[in-house]
């Protein structure tokens, strides 16, 4: 490419754009020099060959009237490439449409990956658009253009980096004006989540508020999303989702290698020099930097090239003028603020270039430390009647009282009031431990000394136990009195008390006691399965979260995820289990089978040829099963209501 063709189609474009407002001399001399930019496109103009090159000098030559531009459009009209579906579009490379995935013989547009040249297609597209507008106005081909454009968003309001979102958002703007979108647009659109009972929610666009932005947030990210549209105008429906990954090999992979990265080093290989680059570090939650002490880094000089920074929930990012073939690392450290159980083993970073993200690199490192970490080793209060750690010292105590100073008042605080303070650390000066039993001293030494630099523990506070102290006549407790639950016990009853079950599911406890062992009824009322009663058995063992509970179904029931025994086919009690999920999660996958069998994953392997080959036999079969009945040589109990 030949770097002082955009250069200078840029140049032409700025001067054409600002001539209307400078007067005087310094009007004649941009004129002069917009006129010599003009007269050097317009001789290079038969050796372009790169559709980039061709979309811009073109844009710039249809600006300016040039006598040319009728050469310029029609070499830019035989550059174009087609997709798929006759959406026109220009790159050097064809770029792939989005993949599709059939479940069920039904067709569900995946998401879209980065492909090599993204950036240059997005903006010479969008040059190629305004060039069309301007000589034609709004005909097909400027509407297959749009499509094209609107397909190839990566994020929320904006394409794939900077410079190619500021010109499609152009392009997309001139041609909304000409085809009078805002003065028709008046549509009503209704979203439905099947696996998500009761979802529906209704919005409203209308043309006095064209550029608000509509967003939902989906509560369980399972299944399908039904979208309808009814009215007029035109309007972008865009799904953005985000999730979490622990595993290299699950992570993103760009389709050209243009970074390496490792923890606290990164480097780019080709070329020997990169453009501005954006590093994005994940932190754990509970945990932050300070936004002056990212500035102190920058300013600091450890890297030439860092050039600003940023902090934001969860996330630190440092912006770089440049990347070098050469080594570089530096590091900072995020400070706890908040008492949080960090329940992830991994976590993620990226480095990408800040005007072609789709040049990246993401990397997974490793987070045990944290993760071996429990929320009842953080928490900042020994007052939790269930907690393992401490409920087991309560006799220990009861004398506990903790002497805070503050900037404006002294006062004598108990135990209940220390949570309350220790989340406003500005407004301590020091604090003086008056009386305090042996465990909860470890625990404000480990948990007040590290967080947060506006505490500071006086070494020379006076410090006595009332471990072991009894009054006269009184029995010391004895050890083994109290049975301290566990922590499957501590999990299990907090999933169940928040359990939010769909008007479908209803749970069941044999002993009330006994919340590990229970059922859980499931009625579907609509589907294959719909007015059928199945009952799971749940069992959660000792290792409950960090294992799934052991889940069957006890219902005979004729289904391509449920063998005869009872196995249940869920990823969430197998490999995609994580200690973050609860018995809703898994109330909700379950529900989801009867709405939507997947084929493509069976234990039942007679059920699921049958719905891949012949929707209407399974349903028959179904219901012969439901009512009770053979299908084929097994027979099955009547499970209708």
């Not at 680059?277 to 300013?299: F, M, N, R």
């Not at 009894?470 to 029995?475: F, L, Q, R, T, V």
Request: glycine letters at 4%; hydrophobic letters at 40%; charged letters at 20%.
């Amino acid at each position: 490419m030949n770097n002082n063709v955009p250069l200078t189609s840029h140049l032409v474009i700025t001067l054409q754009e600002v001539l209307p407002l400078v007067q005087g001399g310094l009007k004649t001399q941009a004129a002069a020099a917009a006129l010599k930019a003009v007269r050097y496109l317009e001789q290079v103009l038969s050796t372009l060959s790169d559709p980039y090159e061709i979309a811009i000098t073109t844009y710039a030559l249809t600006l300016t009237e040039s006598s040319r531009k009728n050469s310029a459009f029609n070499l830019l009209h035989k550059t174009r490439r087609q997709g798929i579906d006759g959406q026109l579009y220009w790159s050097r490379e064809p770029i792939p449409d989005n993949n599709i995935k059939y479940e069920n013989q039904r067709p569900f547009l995946k998401h879209r990956e980065y492909q090599e040249g993204d950036s240059l297609a997005v903006e010479a597209t969008s040059f190629a658009l305004m060039v069309y507008l301007i000589r034609d106005g709004v005909t097909m081909i400027p509407e297959t253009i749009v499509q094209w454009l609107t397909s190839v968003r990566m994020s929320n309001n904006g394409f794939i980096s900077t410079i190619d979102t500021v010109i499609a958002l152009q392009a997309l703007t001139e041609y909304s004006f000409r085809a009078r979108i805002k003065d028709i647009t008046n549509m009503d659109i209704t979203m439905e989540l099947p696996s998500s009972a009761g979802f529906r929610e209704n919005m409203h666009i209308t043309n006095k508020t064209p550029s608000e932005i509509h967003s939902l947030e989906i509560p369980n990210v399972w299944g399908h999303a039904n979208v309808i549209a009814r009215g007029s105008g035109q309007a972008i429906l865009q799904m953005d989702i985000s999730y979490g990954v622990d595993s290299q090999t699950l992570a993103e992979a760009p389709k050209k290698k243009s970074f390496e990265l490792e923890i606290r080093e990164w480097v780019r290989d080709h070329p020997v020099m990169s453009g501005a680059a954006v590093l994005e570090v994940e932190i754990p939650t509970g945990y932050h930097l300070i936004e002056s002490e990212a500035t102190k880094i920058v300013q600091s000089g450890v890297l030439p090239t860092l050039q600003d920074a940023r902090t934001i929930e969860g996330k630190t990012i440092w912006f770089f003028d440049h990347i070098t073939s050469e080594w570089s690392c530096f590091n900072h450290t995020v400070r706890r603020w908040f008492p949080v159980a960090n329940m992830t083993l991994y976590r993620q970073a990226f480095l990408y270039d800040a005007f072609a993200r789709e040049h990246f690199v993401q990397t997974i490192f490793n987070s045990t430390p944290l993760y071996i970490m429990s929320i009842c080793e953080v928490c900042g209060s020994y007052q939790c009647p269930y907690c393992p750690f401490y409920s087991d010292a309560n006799h220990r105590t009861n004398n506990i009282l903790v002497c805070y100073v503050d900037k404006h008042t002294q006062a004598l605080l108990y135990p209940r009031q220390i949570s309350e303070y220790l989340l406003v650390p500005s407004r301590l000066v020091f604090l003086s431990v008056v009386l305090l039993s042996a465990s909860f001293l470890e625990h404000v030494f480990v948990q007040l000394s590290t967080p947060s630099p506006y505490f500071s523990l006086l070494k020379g506070a006076m410090i006595s136990s009332s471990s072991g102290q009894k009054k006269d006549g009184e029995a010391s407790p004895k050890a083994g009195n109290q049975k301290k639950a566990s922590a499957a016990q501590l999990r299990i009853t907090k999933d169940i008390n928040e359990l939010n079950l769909p008007k479908t599911c209803n749970t069941e406890f044999p002993d009330p006691d006994d919340l590990l062992n229970f059922k859980l009824v499931i009625c579907p009322d609509e589907g294959f399965y719909r007015g059928g009663r199945f009952i799971f058995s749940f069992k959660v063992g000792p290792n409950y979260p960090h294992e799934p509970p052991k889940v069957k179904c006890e219902t005979a029931v004729y289904h391509p995820n449920i063998d005869l025994e009872g196995n249940v086919c869920l990823n969430i009690l197998r490999e995609d289990w994580k200690p973050v999920l609860t018995i809703n999660s898994i109330v909700y996958g379950l529900q989801y089978l009867f709405l939507e069998p997947n084929p493509e994953d069976p234990l039942n392997k007679d059920a699921a040829e049958v719905l891949q080959n012949n929707r209407r036999l399974f349903e028959q079969n179904v219901q012969k099963a439901m009512r009770g009945g053979y299908v084929g040589a097994v027979y099955f109990e009547r499970c209708l209501k």
